[in-house]
C-alpha cells in the first residue's frame, strides 16, 4: 500500500516541538510532501531538517498545487476558521490542532462542508485514544469505583512570562484564543469522553492580566498584550445527578492536585489526561465497614515517557492511518467530526454568553 500523503500548514512551536519530531513513528505508513509556513527562512529549515520536498508560504497555492491527500492544520487559533474552510473546500482530508473553529455555529458549517466534499475531518485533542483514557474508561465499565456523581479538573496554563520558552507567546493571549479555547479543551475533552455530553453549563469568566514581558529567549523583552479571558471557573452538568467543576487559567502558578479526578460513590479515579507517562491512582474503600481507610493502587498503562501528539502513540497512528485509508479509499461520506463534539465548543460558548448577560444585568 502506497503511503498517505500529508501536507503541513503552520511551522511554529508546536509543530517543532510535537509534530515533526515525532512523524518518524509513522513514517512506514506517511510522508509529508509539503510544508507551509508564512516564511521562506522557516519553511526552509523545515525542509531541509525533516527532509520535506516542497515548501510554500502562500497555502493557497499549497492546496492548489500540492498531490496531498490531508492537511494538517497547526496554523494559530484565529486563523482556523478561514484555513479549515479552505482546506475542506479543496477535498482535503483534514486534522486540525484545537480549535476547529471559533464558535459551534462555524464548526458545524465545517462538518457540513466536509460531509459535501466526501472528506473526513479529524480535530485535536485525540486524548480519548490515549492508553490512559481508555484504561480509565475500563476501571468505569468494570464499575471500579461505582457510580460517579462528581468530578474535577483544570487546566492551570501558567503565569506568564514562561522561563525558556522559545516561541513568540502573543497569539496565545489575543483575541480569540486566550486558556479556554488553547488549554481547557484537555480536561473538557476528557470528562465528556468519560462521562457523556454536558446537559448544562454555567461558569464565571474573568480577565486578570492586562500584559505581561518576555524575560528571556530569542524574544527577550517582547511586550505581550493579553486581550484573551484568562481565568474560568465553570460548573458542567452532565445529568443523572453528576456534576463536574472546571478550573481554566493563567493565573496559578502551581498545584498538588491531579488535573482530573472522577468520585464515585466505592472510591476516586486520579490521573493526567494528556501525558500518557504519569501512572492512573486509584483509591478505593479495603472492604465494606472499614470507614475511611483507603487503599491507594497505582497503575502505569505506558511504563516509559511517551510523546502526546495524535501520531505519537503508535498505537493512535495505526489505527487513525488504517481507517483513513479504509474511509477515503471507499470514498465514503464519512466525517471524523461527530456532532457531539460540538458541545464542548457551544458549551464554553453558552457559557461565556451567560456571563455576559449576566453582567450587562
Not at 40 to 69: F, H, K, V, W
Request: charged fraction near 20%.
Amino acid at each position: 500500500m502506497s503511503k498517505l500523503k500529508l501536507a503541513l500548514l503552520g511551522c511554529g512551536d508546536v509543530a517543532e516541538r510535537d509534530y515533526l519530531p515525532e512523524f518518524h513513528r509513522i513514517a512506514d505508513r506517511a510522508e509529508i510532501v509539503a510544508v507551509c509556513t508564512h516564511t521562506n527562512e522557516r519553511m526552509r529549515q523545515a525542509m531541509a531538517r525533516y527532509n520535506i520536498p516542497t515548501g510554500y508560504t502562500d497555502y493557497r497555492r499549497m492546496l492548489a498545487e500540492s498531490d496531498a491527500e490531508a492537511v494538517i492544520n497547526l496554523t494559530p487559533i484565529q486563523l482556523h476558521d478561514a484555513t479549515n474552510r479552505a482546506i475542506l473546500e479543496a477535498g482535503r482530508h483534514l486534522y486540525s490542532e484545537k480549535p476547529v473553529a471559533s464558535t459551534s455555529a462555524v464548526a458545524a458549517q465545517l462538518a457540513e462542508l466536509a460531509a459535501a466534499r466526501v472528506v473526513q475531518m479529524v480535530c485535536a485533542p485525540s486524548i480519548r485514544l490515549f492508553p490512559q483514557m481508555r484504561y480509565v474508561q475500563a476501571l468505569l465499565a468494570a464499575d471500579a469505583i461505582g457510580p460517579v456523581y462528581s468530578a474535577r479538573a483544570h487546566a492551570h496554563f501558567g503565569v506568564p512570562p514562561w522561563a525558556g520558552y522559545p516561541a513568540d507567546p502573543t497569539p496565545f493571549f489575543a483575541r480569540g484564543a486566550g486558556v479556554m479555547m488553547d488549554m481547557g479543551v484537555y480536561p473538557l475533552h476528557a470528562l465528556t469522553a468519560l462521562l457523556g455530553p454536558v446537559q448544562r453549563v454555567t461558569a464565571l469568566v474573568n480577565h486578570v492580566l492586562d500584559e505581561f514581558t518576555v524575560k528571556d529567549g530569542p524574544h527577550a523583552g517582547l511586550h505581550v498584550p493579553v486581550t484573551a479571558d484568562d481565568h474560568w471557573q465553570v460548573l458542567l452538568d452532565f445529568g443523572r445527578g453528576c456534576t463536574a467543576s472546571l478550573a481554566v487559567n493563567n493565573v496559578v502558578v502551581e498545584t498538588r492536585c491531579p488535573p482530573l479526578e472522577l468520585h464515585g460513590l466505592a472510591g476516586t479515579i486520579a490521573f493526567d489526561p494528556i501525558y500518557v507517562q504519569q501512572p492512573v491512582d486509584l483509591l478505593r474503600r479495603p472492604g465494606v465497614g472499614d470507614g475511611a481507610a483507603f487503599l491507594s493502587r497505582t497503575a502505569a498503562p505506558v511504563a516509559t515517557p511517551a510523546p502526546t501528539t495524535f501520531w505519537a502513540s503508535n498505537t493512535c497512528s495505526t489505527a487513525s492511518t488504517a481507517a483513513a485509508r479504509h474511509n477515503w479509499a471507499s470514498s465514503r461520506p464519512v466525517t471524523c467530526f461527530k456532532s457531539s463534539k460540538l458541545r464542548p465548543i457551544r458549551r464554553r460558548q453558552d457559557a461565556w454568553w451567560r456571563l455576559r448577560e449576566i453582567e450587562r444585568g
